[in-house]
Each structure stands twice: as C-alpha cells, then as structure tokens.
C-alpha cells in the first residue's frame, strides 16, 4: 500500500476581521494563489500562516515592525529558521484592499491574489529593495498570476516594462523580519 502524495504547500488561513466575512471565497483565493506561487516556484513541503485582518490590527504591525504608522495592504513575516517547514505568515488588512480594488477597477479577488503572490514572494526570498530586485519580484508576480488568469497588476497602473523605484528596506529583528510594500 502507497501512501497519497503530500501537498506541496499546507496554508492556514485565519479569519481575524469580520469584514472579511462578506468575501465568502477569501481563503479559496488565497490558497490558490499562495498554492501556484509554490508549484511555480518549485517550493519544498512546507506550510504558512495567512491573516485576514483589518486596517486597525496591521497598522500596529506595521508600526511595531517596520516603525510605520500606517495600514498597509500586505505584510510578511518570514520565518528566520531556515531548517524549519513554516516558512512565515502572510497578513492582509481587508479595508486597504478593498479601497486599492476599488480605486484600480479591478476585481477584488484579482487584487487579493496578486497580494497573496507578493507575500508569498517574501517568504521565500524575493525583495524590492533595489531596482534589480523589483523587477525580479515583479516579472515572478507576473509569471504566476497568468497562470491563474488575473491581468497584469502592473499594467493597470501604467506600469508595464516601467521601472519604478526601490521601495524602503524592511526592518528584521530576531527570529522573523516583517515585509511590506503597496505592490
């Protein structure tokens, strides 16, 4: 008798805001989104956190980790343990998405994976800390959301074969670094 293959990817997704109960599929988007990134990439079994919470709980994130006090769309902190499967968490504020998805006509779900891939990104390494970097990070964003149909995020903000600028470096203290952007 075989045993069944394991996933490559275990995801967590933990409901912290009750705005995000209006968005029934949130966590099926996340883990199809997180789950190509990880296929695409080759990732190892491994599994991740991913939080659905609200403006308030990431501005203090952001805040503690990173010494901004504001919301922002997505942060990730990436596990330091590099012999460990948990490769991090994944955090996204519901009120900041909404209100980029709103402003950028296009589909929350849309909006919503893309940020899942960019998280996931982080987690494994991707940065755009410097321009070489960012064009890395965003041709892989790229790469994986064809692959699950969502146009180019980039190309909606006239920013296709656009180099934009590197964006601050994260603060990383201790066991795990904390990661964000407005990807």
């Not at 903000?157 to 990661?179: L, S």
């Amino acid at each position: 008798m075989t045993r069944a293959a394991r996933p490559a990817l275990k995801v967590d997704v933990l409901v912290h805001s009750y705005r995000w109960h209006s968005i029934g599929t949130a966590g099926a988007v996340v883990r199809r989104a997180v789950g190509r990134a990880a296929a695409a990439l080759s990732i190892s079994p491994s599994e991740l956190a991913v939080v659905l919470t609200d403006n308030s709980a990431i501005r203090a994130l952001n805040r503690d980790w990173r010494g901004i006090d504001a919301p922002t769309n997505v942060l990730s902190f990436a596990t330091k343990n590099a012999g460990g499967r948990h490769l991090g968490d994944i955090v996204l504020a519901y009120e900041t998405i909404a209100r980029e998805a709103r402003h950028e006509r296009k589909p929350f779900a849309h909006h919503l994976a893309h940020l899942a891939v960019h998280g996931f990104l982080h987690l494994v390494g991707y940065d755009h800390d410097s321009e070489k970097k960012a064009l890395a990070m965003e041709g892989a964003e790229r790469a994986i959301l064809r692959q699950l149909a969502v146009p180019d995020p980039y190309r909606a903000k006239g920013r296709n074969n656009v180099r934009h600028r590197a964006r601050q470096p994260a603060r990383h203290d201790g066991r795990r670094g904390a990661v964000a952007s407005r990807a």
